[in-house]
């Protein structure tokens, strides 16, 4: 593994923001780090970082113990925080070749790696503005651009694609897959669709505690649930469908009903019944399992 995180605890006073946080993350596997907000996600990634120190627990990045060799392991690794921090009178170019040099990049290596992450970020046309001028989705560019400067091995993006609109978000989305290809890769987001396009592991925490961590895969065949969505052009009564034990109405109101089950085929044919039995107009009947929006809003609640 590229990145363990083990029995990582963080204390603030009396409130417990980790409580013995364990995970791991395998190179050229994209992780959605997921949680609600003040779940422990932006204090575990500044642990990883080394910009907190826990309370307890053990981080090895790349077989270096992160807690006790902060100076080594800190190079190895690129961060994009939350709150995207530039120096807004700098033009992208200079704050990029700035970046690099921190890092000890210099010389023709310097300018090839600009060169190189202004053609990746889309950022060329961009290049000679000062960053104060660029909207905040060209600012996410730049603060994406920053975090992977150096080449590092292991990638921290903490809402990566904040403020960009569909068109960049396709070709954000794109890069960080790319960019993933051959590193270790945290996504942390709200964004439930963005994980389901690009990761391929998911970790959930809540309250400063792992609920789930598994492949997607794994985590959205997990349950066996099925929803069937009747939609008829009279309006229906929940009381009609009291032999399934979970019905709901959906967003069409008493329009449309929303039915879970575990047996879909059984299911159909007795909601056909019912549709027959009241003499109802069918608009439709469709069915989907669990999406991962869904899944996690059961695990965090």
């Not at 994980?195 to 609920?211: K, P, S």
Request: hydrophobic residues 40%; charged residues 25%; contains cysteine.
């Amino acid at each position: 593994m590229s990145l363990e995180v083990s029995q990582l605890s963080k204390r603030y006073g009396t409130q417990k923001a980790l409580d013995q946080v364990t995970f791991s993350v395998q190179p050229g596997r994209i992780l959605g780090f997921l949680g609600p907000n003040g779940a422990g996600k932006s204090t575990t990634m500044k642990i990883i970082c080394g910009y907190l120190a826990p309370d307890d627990g053990v981080v090895t990045v790349l077989g270096k113990n992160a807690i006790q060799n902060p100076k080594q392991v800190s190079p190895l690794i690129g961060y994009l925080p939350e709150h995207n921090p530039l120096y807004l009178d700098m033009y992208v170019r200079e704050f990029l070749e700035f970046s690099g040099g921190i890092y000890g990049i210099t010389g023709e290596k310097l300018k090839q790696r600009v060169k190189e992450m202004l053609q990746k970020t889309g950022l060329e046309p961009e290049q000679h503005k000062k960053i104060g001028q660029l909207s905040k989705g060209y600012r996410q560019r730049v603060g994406l651009a920053r975090a992977l400067i150096h080449d590092p091995q292991v990638i921290i993006l903490d809402e990566p694609t904040t403020g960009l609109d569909p068109n960049q978000l396709v070709e954000i989305r794109n890069l960080i897959k790319e960019v993933a290809a051959n590193k270790t890769l945290i996504l942390s987001t709200h964004i439930m669709q963005e994980v389901e396009a690009i990761c391929a592991d998911v970790v959930i925490i809540n309250q400063g505690r792992i609920l789930a961590a598994d492949s997607l895969e794994n985590l959205k065949s997990s349950t066996s649930e099925i929803q069937l969505i009747l939609e008829t052009e009279e309006e229906m009564d929940l009381a009609w469908f009291a032999r399934f034990e979970a019905v709901k109405f959906g967003g069409k109101g008493k329009f449309e009903v929303v039915i879970s089950v575990t047996n879909a085929g059984e299911a159909r044919k007795e909601v056909m019944q019912l549709v027959q039995e009241k003499s109802l107009n069918l608009i439709s009947l469709n069915q989907n399992k669990k999406n991962l929006e869904q899944i996690f809003r059961e695990i965090t609640q």
